[in-house]
C-alpha cells in the first residue's frame, strides 16, 4: 500500500470532532490499517495554530485543545524532513503556478517528492496536486 501525506484540513477534521469527511475517514482507516502516513515538518506547527485557533474562537474549550495535543504524539506518523535552501525555487514555481499558499505548496513539493498520495480537505490543493500527477485520496 502506497503511503499517505496528510495535510491539517484532515488533521483537524479528526481532532476537532466534527462530522468526519469522507476523505479524513478514509485517510483514518488507511492508517488504522497500517498504511504508512507522513506529514511535512510544517504540519505540527499548522495543527498546533489550528487547534489554539478553535479555541479562541470558542469552537473547543482548553481540555479539547489539549487532549487533541495529546492525541497528535498518538497518531503513528512520521515527520518528513523540513524543506531547504534548494526546494525554494520549486515552492515558489507551485505557490505562483497554482495560486497556493507556501504551506500549501510545501505539501504538494513533498507529496510529489516522497511519491506519497496526498489526502486533504482543501479544493485548490487537490486541484493543483492532480494538475501536477500527483496522487490524491478519493472516497
Known amino acids: 500500500m502506497k503511503g499517505l501525506l496528510i495535510d491539517a484540513s484532515v488533521t483537524a477534521n479528526w481532532l476537532l470532532h466534527e462530522d468526519l469527511d469522507p476523505v479524513a475517514k478514509l485517510a483514518s482507516e488507511r492508517m488504522q490499517s497500517g498504511s504508512p502516513i507522513f506529514v511535512p515538518s ?8 489550528v487547534l489554539f485557533n478553535a479555541e479562541r474562537r470558542k469552537r473547543i474549550d482548553r481540555h479539547h485543545r489539549d487532549g487533541a495535543l495529546e492525541q497528535i504524539g ?3 506518523l512520521t515527520i518528513l524532513s523540513p524543506a531547504g535552501l ?8 507551485y505557490a505562483e503556478k497554482h495560486q497556493l499558499t507556501a504551506y500549501d505548496a ?7 517528492s516522497e511519491g506519497l498520495i496526498l489526502a ?6 487537490s486541484a493543483a496536486a492532480k494538475r501536477e500527477k500527483v496522487g490524491i485520496l478519493a472516497a
Open 42 to 49: 510544517l504540519w505540527l506547527l499548522e495543527i498546533t495554530n
Open 74 to 76: 498518538q497518531l503513528p
Open 86 to 93: 534548494a526546494d525554494l525555487k520549486l515552492l515558489r514555481h
Open 106 to 112: 510545501e505539501y504538494l513539493r513533498a507529496a510529489k
Open 120 to 125: 486533504t480537505l482543501d479544493g485548490n490543493l
